[in-house]
């Protein structure tokens, strides 16, 4: 597609519930990468996949959070067990390659899809 | 360690007038790249301008440019002749040699007023 794309784009769920967060990037971007945004903060970084591993999983808070990308394109956030404190907007991003990567770094900038709220009770 | 501080949690600006929001940024690493996105209330993360630590020159793109200065370790966001359209969120962030983790400040809050 055109940009980044995520679903759903609010998801209200039950504490100690499962979630999955779906995130779709534009196509033939190799490098994605999951942020959480809390309210009045900055987005934090989760995770980043180069192709379908991934690379750098170092801000996961916590076991009860997954990732995968089996295919390399399309990711999956999971969060097992549900908190209040999960509860955010959670942004997946997208670019061509690796930061640092190529001649131009700048190149490597990334797209940000519009991101899935999610509310825990 | 907070590595990018944004100091102006809010900042107000007449339609026309430009307008300057601060970020410093802490690393010893000498290869990085400097970042802004704006975030309107749809959501949305948007990119704006970057800005490598190597790079002589400060970055400029249509009405945004960066002034980077090394030495300080700053790089503000100057926008000029604001519009209505320029009300939103505005992040900087950095990553740093090698490291995939874009670490971003937490923000600061433009209005622009008619």
């Known amino acids: 597609g055109a940009g980044v794309s995520q679903t759903p784009s609010n998801k209200v769920t039950e504490k100690g519930k499962y979630v999955e967060l779906r995130c779709d990037p534009i196509s033939g971007h190799t490098a994605l990468y999951w942020y959480r945004q809390s309210l009045g903060q900055g987005p934090e970084f989760l995770i980043y996949f180069q192709g379908t591993g991934a690379a750098d999983d170092s801000g996961l808070p916590n076991d009860r959070f997954f990732a995968v990308r089996p295919e390399g394109s399309v990711s999956t956030l999971k969060i097992q067990r549900t908190e209040r404190g999960d509860s955010a907007v959670y942004l997946c991003?997208?670019?061509?390659?690796?930061w640092g990567t190529g001649g131009d770094s700048g190149a490597n900038v990334l797209t940000f899809g519009a991101g899935s709220r999610l509310t825990v009770l | 360690a907070q590595k990018i501080t944004q100091t102006q949690p809010g900042m107000f600006v007449q339609e026309k007038e430009a307008v300057t929001l601060d970020c410093t940024y802490d690393?010893?690493?000498?290869?990085?790249?400097l970042f802004w996105y704006k975030q309107p209330s749809s959501g949305e993360m948007i990119f704006l301008i970057y800005?490598?630590?190597?790079?002589?020159q400060n970055a400029t793109e249509g009405r945004y440019s960066l002034n980077f200065q090394k030495a300080r370790k700053s790089a503000n966001l100057v926008i000029s002749a604001s519009q209505l359209g320029d009300s939103a969120m505005y992040f900087c962030?950095?990553?740093?040699?090698?490291?995939?983790?874009?670490?971003f400040g937490a923000g600061t809050r433009l209005t622009v007023k008619p």
């Open positions: 800005q490598g630590s190597y790079d002589e």
């Open positions: 991003a997208s670019s061509p390659g690796a």
């Open positions: 962030a950095m990553r740093e040699g090698y490291n995939n983790d874009m670490r």
């Open positions: 690393t010893s690493d000498q290869s990085y790249g």
